[in-house]
């Protein structure tokens, strides 16, 4: 079984009396350690499969198996306990907590898990150190640039270790040098540290980072 | 995770602030309204259920004669009886909220229990007190203008022990000197305040009723307090068909129908309290669903980064409650501590116990839970994609 394995996926969204199908028997693998982008034109689906394979939305119908686990047949406690495990999360707005600073942002996954404050602190501050801002601790994130900002949001997802990033346009919102940056990023995690990872993109230039492409197009894979 | 709950009340210090603000005002209030209830409840309790009080039947302002005293002491099971005459002086010229009564003697050793004399004056004389009387008023026996004077009293004067006062006399005509021959402290659990002038029932009658004694009220000890209600009916009875019938009833029951003077007060005091808590309700919840929905997208990064409904639930409802609660904290404590022993209205001293305090707080906490429900309840049922989507 390949570490992420998505067999028949079916989304339908539902907005008021019409049935909205997104995804349409979608099947997909990923390896263990690989770097895939996930291209395809605005409202073909990509978010929507992204969230599906993150556990933050659930599958109208069919399977996804991410290392190991059905999530589709998970609770939604144990979905938010398999996500703080499994997962980290890249936003193409940042989207960090404003009135926390950096480190607090990147501690906050760790709030979750058993341990206490100074190895917290610890670990955070290890993560931002791998993100390059080992000098911004304190800083708030209206005090930081966007690709900077994006940086502690790759630090937030990667702090508890998670065996999965997934990244929903993380350069988006950047400009050509912090872009490149955060895509560099990305390289080093994944093929330093072996995190797989699902990265949605526009940018061709962006997917060429990764060791594979994957188009999406109206709800169905395309070569 | 608290220290995320207290970080997120410091993002709107202005608002967070305006909240806790009006719960501790509302809160205040409340507590002030309890205070006015205690400080009846007081009033009322400050009787004794074993001890009866006999007045007339007509108008507590009727007087008896005084020789129905020795006719109740007939009655078996009466241990003592003592006469009680409101004097109503004004000092310095003016009304105080300092209560002075003519007692005879045995007031004294039927409120052993609720009064302590702690500090006297010696008599000039060698006096030998009743056997049952505390030694320490052998100066006041001794003088016919002594008096004794409740510790609050003096503190509020700062008068000092031997020195003589002046009253001038209301239903009384005249000006009454006396001279300070002990200070008394109310004892745990006693009947009575320190707000009192206690002096010679044989001066007023001598000086103010042209020594033909009558009284307000006889207070009746019993041997047996449980036969308490009987031996109500059995005085009751003795007097029915005289000039002046009598009616008794327990010293506490005596407190009471003086309350009772108040009418519904009490009752409206609490649909006034309530009134306040539930707008403050209506406020707190307000402030907590804004504070929620601007933070609609953070709720929704928390739930992705793992954090589950049920935690996210907690956040906010912990949030609320800690705005009511400090705010609770604040306004009865307040009251409690600005409101005791301070005079207000037809209230001497107000009482605030620490059963309204405490109820003050609980409402306060209760009302953060509430407040906080709603916004909460949104929060933990919010949809990670729904709110995301939104931003964007
Ligand atoms: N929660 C939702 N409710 C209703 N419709 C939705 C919802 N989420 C997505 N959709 C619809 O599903 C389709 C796919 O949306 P999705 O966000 O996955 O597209 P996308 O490929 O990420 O687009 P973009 O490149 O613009 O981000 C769109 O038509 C969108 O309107
Ligand atoms: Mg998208």
């Known amino acids: 079984m390949a570490w992420i394995e998505v067999s028949d996926l079916r989304k339908v969204y539902q907005r008021d009396q019409q049935q909205i199908p997104v995804l349409d028997g979608l099947s997909l693998k990923i390896e263990e350690g690989e770097f895939v982008a996930l291209m395809g034109p605005s409202g073909s689906g990509k978010t929507t499969l992204l969230n599906l394979i993150g556990g933050i939305d659930s599958p109208t119908s069919g399977d996804i198996s991410v290392a190991g686990t059905n999530i589709a047949r998970l609770s939604g406690a144990e979905l938010a306990r398999w996500r703080s495990n499994t997962i980290g999360y890249i936003f193409q707005l940042y989207n960090l907590m404003p009135v926390l600073t950096a480190l607090q942002n990147v501690e906050l996954p760790l709030l979750l898990h058993k341990m206490n404050g100074a190895e917290r602190r610890k670990r955070a501050t290890f993560a931002l150190e791998l993100v390059g801002l080992g000098d911004r601790l304190g800083h708030y994130p209206r005090q930081l640039s966007g690709g900077q900002e994006q940086r502690v949001a790759i630090a937030r997802a990667l702090v508890s270790d998670p065996k999965v990033l997934l990244a929903d346009e993380p350069t988006g919102d950047l400009d050509r040098k912090s872009g490149e940056e955060v895509l560099q990023l990305l390289e080093r995690l994944n093929t330093e540290f072996k995190k797989t990872i699902v990265m949605v993109t526009h940018d061709p230039h962006a997917a060429e980072s990764a060791d594979r492409m994957v188009h999406l197009d109206k709800g169905v894979l395309s070569a | 995770m608290l220290q995320l709950v207290l970080i997120n009340l410091f993002r709107n210090p202005l608002r967070s602030a305006l909240t806790l603000g009006s719960v501790l005002v509302a809160l205040f209030l409340y507590s002030s309204l309890g ?157 009575w305040n320190e707000d009192l002038i206690l002096f010679h029932n044989e001066y007023l009658v001598e000086k103010g009723m042209g020594g033909k004694p009558s009284t307000g009220v006889f207070k009746v000890e019993l041997s047996d307090p449980s036969q308490s209600a009987a031996i109500a009916t059995q005085i009751d009875a003795m007097f029915e068909n005289s000039d002046n019938a009598t009616k008794t009833e327990s010293e506490q029951a005596f407190g009471a129908g003086f309350i009772s003077m108040f009418g519904n007060v009490p009752f409206a005091l609490r649909v006034i309290g309530l009134a306040v808590v539930f707008t403050i309700l209506v406020i707190s919840a307000n402030t907590m669903v804004m504070a929620v929905r601007e933070r609609t997208s953070e709720i929704a990064v928390l739930k992705t980064l793992g954090f589950t409904d049920g935690a996210v639930f907690g956040m906010v409802v912990a949030e609320a409650a800690i705005l009511t609660t400090g705010g609770g904290i604040a306004g009865a404590l307040l009251a409690k501590f600005g409101l005791q022993g301070k005079p207000l209205a037809f209230i001497p001293a107000m009482t605030i116990t620490w059963a309204t305090v405490l109820t003050a707080i609980l409402i306060a906490i209760g009302l953060g839970m509430v407040s906080g429900f709603i916004p909460a309840w949104q929060a933990s049922r919010l949809r990670i994609v729904d709110a995301l989507r939104r931003v964007d």
Request: hydrophobic share 35%; proline share 5%.
């Open chain 2, 35 to 191: 205070a006015v209830l205690d400080s009846l409840q007081a009033t009322a309790d400050s009787g004794s259920r074993e001890r009866l009080a006999t007045r007339h039947a007509i108008a507590l302002t009727n007087f008896l004669p005084y020789d129905y005293k020795d006719r109740i002491l007939s009655i078996p099971g009466v241990k003592r009886v003592c006469t009680q005459v409101w004097f109503g002086g004004l000092i310095g010229g003016q009304r105080q909220r300092i209560t002075q009564f003519a007692v005879d003697d045995d007031f004294w050793p039927m409120y052993t229990k609720d009064l302590q004399i702690v500090e006297w004056s010696e008599p000039q004389v060698a006096m030998s007190v009743p056997p049952d009387h505390d030694p320490h008023l052998a100066a006041y026996h001794a003088e016919r203008t002594a008096c004794i004077v409740g510790r609050g009293v003096m503190k509020k004067k700062g008068w000092k022990l031997g020195q003589t006062i002046h009253l001038q006399g209301t239903r009384y005509r005249g000006g009454w000197d006396m001279t300070i021959r002990g200070v008394y402290v109310k004892l745990p659990g006693g009947s």
